[in-house]
């Protein structure tokens, strides 16, 4: 062995000589990496507990068939949250922007054994990206995991949040990340996950806390200026809307013509008279009015191939209603991939810049966003979202964001059918009211509307430098350096 050595050009954390007396259980090479081997040292040189020896219990989760979905999931006024690894979070606070739901039947049934209720641990185990992601279910919840996720239950809240603080920072990360296997999906076994040493120190809580303060600041901020955008343009459309209805016995009582019925939808749901007051309102803008169908040159759904794309690891991404956010733009955190050959076939819904995507069912139908990042060019979409292209004398990023506009999701809400998996057609979707400005006015108020969508991103992006400082923070207290 002492005569075998390695050049001194190669990054030592990757290329390395290791001794066979200091194999342990393992072959992989990332385990016996000399970085992550001596930050477990130093860890270890504190002497702490391992994270088996703050566990009470622990249970693993699981997905319903896709297949079957509509037997299992619902909206969020009558469901359950179903928490997935994009809903943890590096701050131990639950995110609810991405949620699916299941129905009370499910959640007490086939899923009952991964049940979490407040003050549980949940743990990421599989999946890219950071492992060991760590989040605190909040005081009163109850919801659901998937099978990439572990709920741990410890002797109480301040517990679950010191250990959440510790696997969240960057050294935690480091020592999960040193035991997963497997490559392109790793994942954290039981043995291995409840082997990581855990460091129980109350000050990094504190700081992770500190943390979590700023950003509830920054998200009530951002949440008051995306707010302001409706008024805006209410204002520059000249759009005065009905006072909202309350929802009492007289108001819900109404009658319909025969003439509005015919060839018409016939539940009354519909006919309310608060959507046919948005609806006029609407056309009675001070600007022309047309409909949906007569600006876009083209509009359609996607397609997954059979057996979906959950073992599919690279290719062409495929953007549905989780990759559609709070800001009006399609952006991939977790992304999911459909084959080169797959996408050829429907090379019809291939993704070009300025782009509109449309979530057409399920929990978020309506929710809208425009393609801006050149890498999403030249994609594919799934069969839960539709693509819209809008015509060169409509302005792209003035259409998502009157789409976007309450009076128009209001109208969104009214075509959506359906019981148990609901959404909303391309037929009804063409019909939709769309006021018309000027190209130079649309213009002015896409430029308006970025601003403030861009002043509520510096927000998000000061949350972020807040982390990276807190991580800083953390790793100073931990081991002095």
């Known amino acids: 062995m002492n005569g075998f050595a390695i050049s001194s050009h190669f990054n030592k954390n990757k290329v390395f000589i290791l001794h066979k007396c200091d194999l342990d259980k393992r072959l992989g090479p990332f385990c016996y990496v000399p970085e992550l081997v001596e930050l477990e040292r130093k860890v270890l040189a504190r002497k702490p507990k391992k994270l088996h020896d703050y566990v009470v219990s622990l249970s693993s989760g699981a997905t319903p068939k896709t297949t079957e979905s509509e037997k299992y999931y619902t909206d969020a006024e009558n469901g359950i949250p179903f928490l997935r690894v994009q809903n943890l979070s590096p701050t131990g606070v639950l995110e609810f922007e991405d949620c699916k739901f299941i129905n009370k039947e499910t959640h007490n049934g086939m899923l009952k054994r991964s049940q979490i209720f407040e003050d549980d641990l949940l743990v990421k185990i599989t999946g890219v990206g950071r492992m060991a992601v760590a989040s605190v279910a909040p ?16 002797k109480d809240k301040t517990t679950s949040e010191t250990i959440a603080a510790f696997l969240n920072s960057d050294i935690g990360e480091k020592l ?4 997963s296997t497997g490559g392109t999906r790793p994942a954290l076994d039981y043995p291995a996950l ?26 009530a901020q951002a949440k008051k200026l995306l707010a302001s955008i409706d008024d805006y343009l209410l204002k520059e459309l000249g759009i005065t809307l009905p006072p909202s209805q309350e929802n009492s016995l007289k108001n819900r009582m109404f009658t319909a013509s025969i003439k509005s019925i015919s060839g018409n939808r016939f539940d009354p749901f519909y006919h309310q008279k608060y959507f046919v007051d948005v609806d006029n309102a609407i056309r009675k803008s001070k600007y022309k009015t047309g409909i949906l169908k007569h600006q876009l040159s083209f509009i359609e759904s996607g397609s997954r191939p059979q057996g979906g794309v959950s073992n599919i690891e690279e290719g062409i991404l495929s953007f549905g209603g989780e990759h559609v956010n709070n800001l009006c733009e399609v952006e991939v955190k977790t992304p999911k991939y459909i084959s080169t050959e797959f996408h050829k076939l429907n090379i019809a819904t291939e993704t070009k810049l300025s782009d509109i995507l449309i979530v057409k069912d399920g929990a978020t139908t309506g929710k809208v966003g425009i393609i801006n990042n050149p ?15 809008p015509i060169n004398t409509v302005n792209a990023v003035y259409l998502v964001n009157y789409l976007n506009f309450s ?3 209001t109208l969104i809400k009214q075509i959506i059918t359906g019981a148990t998996v609901t959404g909303i057609t391309k037929g009804a979707l063409k019909t939709l009211p769309v006021v018309l400005p000027p190209l130079v006015k649309q213009k002015e108020i896409a430029e308006h509307v970025t601003a403030i969508r861009q ?27």
């Open 407 to 409: 009076p128009i999701q």
């Open 176 to 179: 999960a990340t040193r035991r």
């Open 139 to 154: 005081e009163g919840f109850e919801g659901n995991i998937n099978q990439h996720i572990v709920v741990i239950r410890t």
């Open 194 to 219: 409840l082997s990581i040493p855990i460091i129980y120190d109350p000050k990094i809580l504190a700081i992770t806390q500190k943390v979590v303060e700023q950003k509830r600041k920054n998200e």
């Open 375 to 389: 890498d999403y060019s030249g994609q594919n979409i799934n069969e839960h979202v539709f693509l819209l292209r």
């Open 455 to 481: 002043q509520a991103q510096q927000l998000k992006d000061k949350t972020k430098s807040a982390l990276e400082q807190a991580s800083k923070e953390i790793k100073e207290i931990l081991l002095g350096s």
